[in-house]
């Protein structure tokens, strides 16, 4: 099982990013995939992941109507496509395999990646 995250940089605040994350080892129906970030000191936040039988993705407040989480089974590959981002969205984002959602958020149970850091700063 690997997971490999990228796509982070440095983006002026309203800019876009496209985070990566390839799964490898498992599929993504068995496994799902989901993506969380940490900055220094905090916890680590749950941002999106999969949150119904009907595949619609769940989104933390801090991030609804602005990231979009997608999925490329052919590749084996999830997104998150972050629009409109703001400096306190600055973190190192990470991608888990296993990911469910349970109340109040998203729980990882397997595998995470390597982390790609945003940074969000004029």
């Known amino acids: 099982v690997?997971?490999?995250a990228s796509g982070g940089?440095?983006?002026?605040?309203?800019?876009?990013?496209?985070?990566?994350?390839?799964?490898?080892?498992?599929s993504l129906d068995s496994d799902p995939?989901?993506?969380f970030r940490q900055v220094p000191g905090k916890p680590r936040e749950g941002v999106?992941?999969?949150?119904?039988?009907?595949?619609?993705?769940?989104?933390a407040d801090s991030v609804?109507?602005?990231f979009t989480f997608s999925r490329d089974n052919a590749k084996n590959t999830v997104y998150l496509q972050m629009n409109n981002l703001k400096?306190?969205?600055?973190?190192?984002?990470?991608?888990?395999?296993k990911t469910f959602l349970r109340t109040p958020g998203?729980?990882?149970?397997?595998?995470?990646?390597?982390?790609?850091?945003?940074?969000?700063s004029s």
Do not use: H, M, N
């Open 2 to 4: 690997q997971l490999q």
């Open 9 to 26: 940089g440095l983006v002026q605040p309203g800019g876009s990013l496209r985070l990566s994350c390839a799964a490898s080892g498992f």
């Open 33 to 35: 995939i989901g993506w």
């Open 48 to 59: 999106s992941c999969i949150g119904s039988r009907d595949g619609s993705p769940y989104y």
């Open 64 to 66: 609804k109507g602005r």
């Open 87 to 97: 400096p306190e969205d600055t973190a190192v984002y990470y991608c888990a395999s």
């Open 106 to 120: 998203c729980v990882a149970f397997g595998s995470w990646g390597q982390g790609t850091l945003v940074t969000v």
